[in-house]
């Protein structure tokens, strides 16, 4: 199986401010880590997107959401996920993750 490699907007948002977590960004998590092969890179979507509603930081769900359907989830198995997560990692978590869900999934609608 091969990975491809996973875009990261590090550098701009933290280039000249932060170059060492920019590098880590660049090569360890999306160059090292998230191309190995022991996980699928859907699981691993699937992972982050569940560590992250866990942790109560909606702040980076746009970006691993995004990324999550690129690597295969559908929007139900996200939504499945989040509402399976309400259970285990409260339901305000959850509640804040389906609005950050919807907000994705509302910015890729086609324009008519």
């Known amino acids: 199986m091969s990975h491809r490699l996973i875009p990261s907007s590090a550098r701009e948002s933290f280039g000249g401010v932060a170059d060492a977590f920019v ?3 660049e090569q360890v998590l999306f160059g ?4 190995r092969e022991q ?3 859907r699981d691993r979507s699937l992972l982050t997107v569940s ?4 942790g109560g930081t909606p702040e980076q769900l746009p970006f ?4 999550a359907q690129e690597n295969g989830l559908s929007r139900e198995e996200l939504a499945e996920a989040i509402t399976h997560l309400a259970f285990y990692a ?4 959850a509640a804040n993750a389906l ?3 919807r ?3 509302e910015s890729q609608q086609p324009v008519e």
């Open 23 to 25: 590098d880590y960004t």
């Open 103 to 105: 907000q994705v999934l």
């Open 39 to 41: 996980l699928s890179l």
């Open 51 to 54: 560590a992250l509603v866990a």
């Open 99 to 101: 609005t950050v869900l």
């Open 64 to 67: 691993h959401l995004r990324l």
């Open 32 to 35: 090292d880590l998230w191309r």
């Open 90 to 93: 409260g339901w305000p978590r």
